[in-house]
């Protein structure tokens, strides 16, 4: 497993770049309760846009364009829409635990670092 530790807390993106599909740990809750700390996550690095429905790790770009970013883990589904392309891009909410469509401004703030293929838990988490 590799050492590299995501954190929620704002952090500049650029010192964390990686390539290929790696195991990470959670370095802080990247989406409470599904990740928290501790937890192991098996990213795609190499996945740059958000293609189909699933978990993605990014980062969200400040309104001014500045260089500190907040990370974090969040679900998109790709569902029909009147759009160009015929596809809306929704986003799971998780303070209102339901869905809604990504405004464009939001999205042209949103950097996908990596697809997150599976989430793994400690077994002292499992409460066994």
């Not at 029909?80 to 015929?86: A, K, L, N, Q, V």
């Amino acid at each position: 497993m590799n050492a590299l530790a995501l954190q929620s807390a704002p952090v500049n993106a650029r010192q964390h770049q990686s390539h290929g599909a790696r195991l990470v740990q959670a370095g802080g809750d990247l989406r409470y309760p599904e990740i928290v700390s501790g937890d192991v996550l098996h990213i795609d690095f190499d996945v740059k846009t958000i293609r189909h429905d699933g978990l993605y790790l990014i980062v969200i770009h400040g309104r001014d364009g500045s260089r500190w970013r907040w990370r974090c883990a969040r679900r998109f589904m790709r569902m029909p829409g009147f759009t160009t392309g015929g596809v809306v891009l929704h986003g799971q909410d998780v303070a209102a635990e339901g869905w809604a469509p990504v405004p464009d401004e939001m999205m042209s703030r949103i950097e996908v670092f990596g697809e997150i293929r599976e989430v793994f838990k400690p077994v002292s988490k499992l409460g066994r």
